[in-house]
């Protein structure tokens, strides 16, 4: 894992995210499978609010935000890409299953270099994950 990504990572385990329609949880036991190597960050699991600040993101790549949780209640969720809020959607969370929610940014859309995630939980007892990823 890169220095980047290493950073990113422990930065979203100090803040969080979310997401919209029911799936399995990962095999890992999280909510959202690792990125792999597309990935930006990933929050693996957090509960209650959240968000994360990272780096790296480059303009010409489409950007996807995706959100996992469960729980009952909610997540609102809205990204900002310096400084100017790219997106914006909240996802139902069942208290017996998961649901994911994702929004896909066409490129430019985030700007080059840094931007962050927020994530409002209804609730302290709803479980998320989150992931952001620049496919190729």
Not at 4 to 28: N, Q
Not at 56 to 69: I, S
Request: glycine share 14%; with cysteine.
């Amino acid at each position: 894992m890169s220095a980047r990504r290493t950073v990113a990572v422990a930065l979203l385990a100090a803040f969080g995210a979310v997401g919209v329609g029911a799936v399995p949880a990962a095999a890992d036991g999280g909510l959202l499978p690792h990125p792999g190597p597309e990935g930006l960050v990933w929050v693996p699991e957090w509960t209650g609010d959240g968000g994360v600040a990272s780096g790296g993101a480059r303009e010409g790549l489409p950007t996807v935000l995706t959100v996992a949780c469960e729980g009952g209640g909610s997540v609102a969720v809205t990204m900002e890409s310096q400084q100017v809020q790219v997106a914006e959607f909240s996802v139902d969370c069942p208290a017996d299953s998961v649901s994911v929610g994702s929004v896909t940014m066409d490129p430019g859309v985030v700007q080059r270099g840094s931007f962050t995630v927020d994530v409002d939980a209804s609730n302290n007892s709803v479980r998320w994950a989150l992931t952001v990823t620049q496919p190729e």
